[in-house]
């Protein structure tokens, strides 16, 4: 196996797209995808940087030595998600996507895309760089305290889903209403 494909073996084992991959190591996608493809070579400093952003070991990367030993980010969705005490179907429900989706993601079998990426990190008060390259802390420093509260709290976070679920439905209800006045034109006679 050469480095390429061990590049596109890492990629497809961490379950990111080449945009994100390359977002991480700072080139585009399409020389990422000129590496995968045997067209180029990597540089060293690139072979540097995925070492340094994925934590692989760079034996492995250059000549295959070793394993291939990390955690992906299907394995922090599912971390991540069981920490916030949620289900595969509340996820699912919380980002208006299927269970099977969920557990696909966890599985490895779907990549998830820059939105989904950034719905997850909302919705699970995690760190986006966390999420991608499992550096740093998996919670959002901003959002710890409050996390915290709720986790200790369960009937509070209902409570909290349902006011929010309360507010999006009279939202809901004033747009229509606007809607309905807006169609009017104000032509009455």
Known sequence: MTINERIGLLRNHLGLSQRVFGEQVRRSVGYISKVESGQLQPSADVVEAICSAFGVD????????????????GDRVKR??????????????????????VGMIERRTV?????????????????RIWLLTGTGKMDRTE??????????????????????????????????????RAGTDGSRR
Request: charged share 40%; aromatic share 8%.
């Open 111 to 127: 990549r998830a895309g820059d939105k989904l990426i950034r719905m997850l990190c909302d919705k699970l008060w995690i760190d």
């Open 80 to 101: 991540a998600r069981k920490a916030r005490h949620y289900t595969q179907e509340e996820l699912a429900a919380e980002l208006g996507v299927s269970r099977n989706t």
């Open 58 to 73: 760079e034996r492995w990367l250059k000549e295959g030595e070793g394993f291939l030993e990390t955690e992906s980010v």
């Open 143 to 180: 959002l710890t305290p409050f996390y915290e509260l709720l986790r200790r709290e369960p009937r509070l976070r209902r409570h909290i889903k349902a006011y929010i679920n309360h507010l999006d439905s009279r939202a809901a209800r004033i747009r229509r209403k606007k809607q309905g």
